[in-house]
């Protein structure tokens, strides 16, 4: 399930102790858009925290497509270099690139096609799709038109859904029809509550996980201690080698999409 291609380490760089580093693709760190950090001075704080925990790069992945916190690639690219700016100012090492986490919705395609949401590290290959909690509808479709366009569509957090959880075997079509999965880190620690840690332990088990991500809206869940929770925690369902490749190696496949010559992503500032 491992999907990572050969050689993408070489495109990122290790901790001080010399293994690969943490990324995270899956974290409202922007400054005033969404439910995430109010001010700037609070999403410093979070990157400070991030570097602390042994993450080198971030995903900012603000909610899209949500009428409660809409907001457009253009903001987010810019809001992006902003905090990557500050963090540059303040000693802080941690690299910050665009994303988004995109609400399903009828429009999404459209959407797509015009630009107007965002892949992770906006290099038009990964969109991170976030599912209504309380029903699970067909994705077929979708999941189809997606690959078309050569965009492999990622589950945020399927812990969470009713249907998914009543209902695993659909996650397992998901997954075979090239969908990948990202838990919360959390909800595999229990921050999240029972029934979302057993179905992330329950999907780690059965090798239908490609990504763990924080899905932090700000600095109290990120933790050095946490994140080494979460990593035992993988460990001990899966092997210390599948923990590295949920945290560390396939993320790091998602961030050198971003570099390719073809990406639209802008060199932070
Ligand atoms: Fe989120």
Partial sequence: MDWRQPGSERF???SPRG????IDVHSHLLPGVDDGPR???E?????RTYAKCGYTTVIATPHMSNPAFDVSPEDVRARTREV??????????LEVLPG???RLEPAMLDKVDSGRVLSLGDSGRYLLIELPRQMMPRL??????????????IIAHPERNIG????PGRLSELVEAGWLVQITAGALIGTLGSRSMKAARFFVKQGLVHLVATDAHGTPPLSPDRTRAVERCISMLAGQQRADALLRKNPAQIVSASRSPESKATAPA
Wanted: hydrophobic residues 40%.
């Fill in 12 to 14: 990122h760089g290790r």
């Fill in 19 to 22: 293994r690969a580093a943490l």
């Fill in 39 to 41: 001010t700037l001075d």
């Fill in 43 to 47: 999403a410093c704080e979070m990157c």
């Fill in 84 to 93: 990557q700016a500050a963090c540059a100012q303040q000693g802080v090492e």
């Fill in 100 to 102: 988004a986490e995109v």
């Fill in 140 to 153: 077929d479709y979708l999941g189809a038109q997606l690959a078309e366009r050569r965009v492999t569509p």
């Fill in 164 to 167: 998914i959880r009543r209902c």
